[in-house]
C-alpha cells in the first residue's frame, strides 16, 4: 500500500475485498473467507516478514498479494517453506517460470503472456530499430528478455541501445537524450507505476514522442493513463484489462466494483479478484480448505473468470488470459486520459509459450 507501487495497490485491495464479499455470498461455492491485511511496502524482506505475521500470528493458510515482482518472488519460496497458497501480483514470468512451486498459481498476465501481445505488432507497426530501457528488477528484466526473445521469431529487429534505472527513479532525462540521439524507431519500456509516468511525462516534454515511437506493455493501465494525460496520447502498450471488455462476467464485475467503490476497476482489482476467485473454486472442488488438497486439485480446474474460460495451467499453475495489444489515442470528447484502442485478441491458449520454454514443469 506504500512505497513506489502504493498508486497501484488501491485497486488490488479494493479487488480482493470485493472478491471475498461475493464467494462468501456466494452458495452454490460453500466456502467462506476471513480477509487480513497487510502492506509489503514494496520490498521482499518486509513482504516476507508480513507474510509471517499473517501465517503464524493469523492462521493464514492462503495469501494474495504483492504487485513488486521481486517481493512476489520471496513471497513465492515464503509459500513452499510454509506450505500456503499464493497468488502473487507481480508479473515477471520467472514466478510462474523458473521460480515455479506447486503452492503458486497466478492470475496475474505475465510477461511471457504481454510479450506475445506487443511483439508482433511492435515490429510490424512501430519500428525494428529497438531501444529497450528497462526499471532495473526482476519485471524490468522479464519484460527486456521475452519481448526481444519475441520479436526475434519471425522479425529481423536491430537492438541499438539498452538502458536500466533504478526502481523509483525521478529523473530520466539522460536516458532520453540517448535514446533521441539513437537510430532507434521503438523504444520498448520495462517499467510501471510512476517510473513509467515520469519517463513518458519527461519525453513528452522533450518532444521524444515525434521521432520515436513508445511501447510499454503496462501503458495502457488506468492509473498510468490517468497521471499522463495528453502525454499519453499517441503511444503504445499491451493490454491485460480494461473495464470495457465485454469477456467472461466482466460487466457484472465492473457493475458491483463501480457500485461498491465509485470507481471503475483496473488490472489489479482484476487480478485480486480473479486470483481469490479462481482459488475459492479449487477449495470448493477439493470440498477441503486444507491448502495441501486444494494445490492437487487447481491445477487444470477449467472454471469461468472474467476473461472467459480459465485455468491455472497444469504445468506451471499460470492462469491462461487473452492479451491484446493496444494504441493510446485521444478520447472521442475533449481532453483527458487517453482511450485505449484495442487490437485483435490473442487467446489465453496461444499468448503463452510452453512451459519448458518459461523454465517450469509441474
Not at 284 to 306: C, Q, R, Y
Request: hydrophobic share 40%.
Amino acid at each position: 500500500m506504500t512505497g513506489p507501487y502504493g498508486g497501484l495497490a488501491v485497486g488490488q485491495r479494493n479487488g480482493a475485498e470485493l472478491a471475498i464479499k461475493h464467494v462468501n455470498e456466494n452458495d452454490d461455492l460453500d466456502v467462506e473467507i476471513t480477509g487480513v491485511y497487510e502492506d509489503t511496502e514494496a520490498d521482499p524482506s518486509t513482504g516476507r516478514r508480513k507474510a509471517q505475521s499473517v501465517v503464524e500470528q493469523d492462521g493464514a493458510s492462503y495469501i494474495m498479494g504483492a504487485i513488486s515482482s521481486s517481493v512476489a518472488l520471496a513471497l513465492n519460496e515464503f509459500a513452499a517453506d510454509n506450505e500456503v497458497i499464493y497468488n502473487p501480483g507481480g508479473a515477471a514470468v520467472p514466478i510462474t517460470g523458473s521460480n515455479c512451486n506447486e503452492w503458486v498459481f497466478r492470475a496475474e498476465t505475465n510477461t511471457a503472456q504481454m510479450a506475445e501481445a506487443v511483439s508482433d505488432f511492435t515490429a510490424e507497426n512501430l519500428g525494428t530499430n529497438v531501444w529497450f530501457h528497462i526499471a532495473d528488477y526482476a519485471y524490468g528484466e522479464s519484460v527486456m528478455s521475452r519481448v526481444e526473445k519475441r520479436m526475434k521469431d519471425g522479425h529481423d529487429i536491430n537492438v541499438v541501445g539498452r538502458s536500466r534505472s533504478q526502481l523509483g527513479s525521478t529523473n530520466f532525462n539522460s536516458y532520453i537524450s540517448q535514446i533521441a540521439n539513437s537510430d532507434a524507431d521503438v523504444a520498448v519500456l520495462g517499467m510501471t507505476g510512476g517510473d513509467l509516468i515520469n519517463f513518458v511525462k519527461q519525453a513528452a516534454s522533450q518532444g521524444l514522442k515525434q521521432d520515436v515511437n513508445l511501447m510499454s506493455p503496462t501503458m495502457t493501465f488506468s492509473v498510468v493513463r490517468g497521471a499522463l494525460g495528453e502525454a499519453a496520447y499517441g503511444t503504445y502498450g499491451g493490454v491485460r484489462y480494461l473495464p470495457s471488455l465485454e469477456t467472461g462476467d466482466n460487466q457484472t464485475f465492473v457493475e458491483a466494483y463501480r457500485s461498491e467503490y465509485d470507481a471503475d476497476p483496473d488490472n489489479f482489482a482484476r487480478a485480486a479478484y480473479m486470483s481469490i476467485r479462481m482459488t475459492a473454486r479449487g477449495i470448493a472442488e477439493a470440498d477441503s480448505t486444507d491448502p495441501a488438497e486444494v494445490k492437487d486439485v487447481l491445477p487444470g480446474l477449467e472454471m469461468d473468470s472474467i476473461l472467459g474460460p480459465n485455468q491455472f495451467r497444469d504445468c506451471d499453475h499460470q492462469a491462461m488470459n487473452p492479451v491484446w495489444p493496444g494504441e493510446l489515442v485521444a478520447p472521442e470528447s475533449g481532453s483527458g486520459p487517453a482511450a485505449v484502442e484495442l487490437g485483435e485478441m490473442i487467446d489465453g491458449a496461444d499468448a503463452l509459450p510452453p512451459c519448458a520454454d518459461l523454465g517450469c514443469n509441474l
